[in-house]
């Protein structure tokens, strides 16, 4: 059998160095923790910094300076929370949603040029077992949430 860390190994180096050279946008340079709050809070509806700092498995001191330095940089803003003045909400400015879409644009380019050497069998087998593979690590006890720092 082959040496699954390994595998895992290189495909998350092949993914950290596509991080690495895909977050510059318009001259603004997007660390990868910084492109996952933008992504987490573009996908999720009116979020909290407490749900943002939990769905990135990252302790709210280090979740609290990269939000402080997104909001310096004008791509994130926080407003309190009108029916709880200790919560505040997060939400992408203008400029905050250009930046999280348009890497969200050079990532699907990136997997379409990936996925565009298999064929659509290989392909599909590729997302299910990510799916499955997903599904199970949700599953373990041993959850490797690592927090980002």
Same mark, same amino acid.
């Given at each position: @059998?082959?040496? +699954?860390?390994? *595998? ?7 993914f950290g160095?596509?991080?690495?050279n895909?977050?510059?946008?318009g001259g603004?340079?997007?660390?990868l923790i910084?492109?996952h ?13 407490q749900?943002?700092?939990?769905a990135l498995?990252?302790?709210?001191t280090?979740? #609290? ?7 310096k ?6 407003t ?10 997060l ?7 250009? +930046? ?6 050079? @990532?699907?380019e990136y997997?379409?040029?990936?996925? #565009?050497h @298999?064929?659509?069998?290989?392909k599909?087998?590729? *997302?299910? #077992?990510?799916k499955? *593979?997903n599904?199970? @690590?949700?599953?373990?006890s ?8």
């Amino acid at each position: @059998m082959e040496n +699954v860390r390994e *595998l895992f190994q290189i495909m998350t180096r092949r993914f950290g160095f596509l991080n690495k050279n895909c977050c510059s946008v318009g001259g603004c340079e997007i660390s990868l923790i910084q492109s996952h709050i933008l992504y987490e809070i573009d996908h999720q509806h009116k979020p909290s910094i407490q749900q943002v700092a939990e769905a990135l498995g990252t302790d709210i001191t280090t979740f #609290s300076r990269q939000i402080q330095s997104l909001i310096k940089i004008n791509l994130v803003k926080k407003t309190p929370d009108p029916d709880d003045r200790r919560v505040y909400i997060l939400s992408l400015t203008t400029e905050g949603k250009y +930046v999280a879409t348009t890497i969200d644009e050079q @990532m699907k380019e990136y997997l379409n040029e990936v996925f #565009s050497h @298999m064929n659509d069998f290989e392909k599909e087998t590729v *997302l299910r #077992s990510i799916k499955l *593979l997903n599904d199970a @690590m949700a599953k373990s006890s041993q959850c490797c949430t690592t927090p980002l720092g």
